[in-house]
């Protein structure tokens, strides 16, 4: 395994919730990823963001392991939830926050804290 | 020329789907809205339905025709 992709596992397997984006949450590069963002926000999760756009190995890699082929892709307690018109389909039923609760425990929003992870080693921070 | 190979494929995919519909959201044939209502979404969870849609345009996603792409799936009985 490469360090790349035992890096996006470690993120996906150690992160509460990954979104993968292109940009970050402070510059927010494609439509979509804003939408999955701003979802999450108002969910009150605790996103870490990993933007896909400093190496197109990072979109390669991502891609086969999850098996969904576009950005952007967010996981929850390690597991797929989907891209920005999932996110938001959940948002609407309720759904989003009881996944939250559910893989997270009723306190997630506790630790609602937004941060910013590179995958590889020369991307920026 | 897109839509209609993204229409093509989804038909295919999906012969039973009462609602099918591909709109070039931006009119630069790479950025699509797709809508597909079929039987075979009932009961599947919600990513496992974009899954089967994604399955389908894998073609157009794998050589860069599909830029950014919007699915609503709804499951008809």
Same mark, same amino acid.
């Given at each position: 395994?490469?360090?790349?992709?035992?890096?996006?596992?470690?993120? =996906?397997?150690? %992160?509460?919730? #990954?979104?993968?984006?292109?940009? +970050?949450?402070?510059? !927010?590069?494609? /439509?979509?990823? $804003?939408?999955?963002?701003?979802?999450?926000?108002?969910?009150?999760?605790?996103?870490?963001?990993?933007?896909?756009?400093?190496?197109?190995? =990072?979109?390669? %890699?991502?891609? #086969?392991?999850?098996?969904?082929? +576009?950005?952007?892709? !967010?996981?929850? /307690?390690?597991? $797929?939830?989907?891209?920005?018109?999932?996110?938001?389909?959940?948002?609407?039923?309720?759904?989003?926050?009881?996944?939250?609760?559910?893989?997270?425990?009723?306190?997630?929003?506790?630790?609602?804290?937004?941060? +910013?992870?590179?995958?590889?080693?020369?991307?920026?921070? | 020329?897109?839509?209609?190979?993204?229409?093509?494929?989804?038909?295919?995919?999906?012969?039973?789907?009462?609602?099918?519909?591909?709109?070039?959201?931006?009119?630069?044939?790479?950025?699509?809205?797709?809508?597909?209502?079929?039987?075979?979404?009932?009961?599947?969870?919600?990513?496992?339905?974009?899954?089967?849609?994604?399955?389908?345009?894998?073609?157009?996603?794998?050589?860069?025709?599909?830029?950014?792409?919007?699915?609503?799936?709804?499951?008809?009985?």
């Amino acid at each position: 395994m490469t360090d790349l992709s035992s890096n996006i596992q470690q993120v =996906i397997e150690g %992160e509460d919730v #990954a979104l993968f984006m292109k940009g +970050t949450p402070q510059m !927010v590069m494609c /439509g979509n990823s $804003l939408r999955a963002l701003e979802a999450l926000r108002r969910a009150g999760a605790p996103v870490t963001a990993v933007d896909v756009l400093p190496d197109p190995a =990072i979109r390669q %890699e991502l891609s #086969a392991q999850s098996g969904w082929p +576009t950005i952007p892709q !967010v996981f929850v /307690g390690g597991e $797929l939830i989907g891209g920005a018109d999932i996110v938001e389909e959940l948002e609407a039923s309720g759904d989003l926050e009881r996944t939250l609760e559910e893989k997270l425990g009723p306190d997630y929003r506790d630790e609602r804290e937004e941060k +910013t992870l590179a995958v590889t080693s020369f991307a920026a921070p | 020329m897109a839509t209609d190979r993204l229409r093509t494929l989804l038909e295919q995919a999906f012969p039973d789907a009462g609602e099918l519909e591909v709109q070039d959201r931006t009119g630069t044939g790479d950025h699509f809205q797709v809508t597909v209502a079929s039987p075979r979404f009932a009961g599947l969870a919600l990513i496992d339905q974009h899954r089967l849609v994604n399955d389908a345009l894998a073609g157009p996603l794998a050589d860069g025709t599909i830029h950014e792409l919007r699915i609503r799936t709804k499951g008809t009985q």
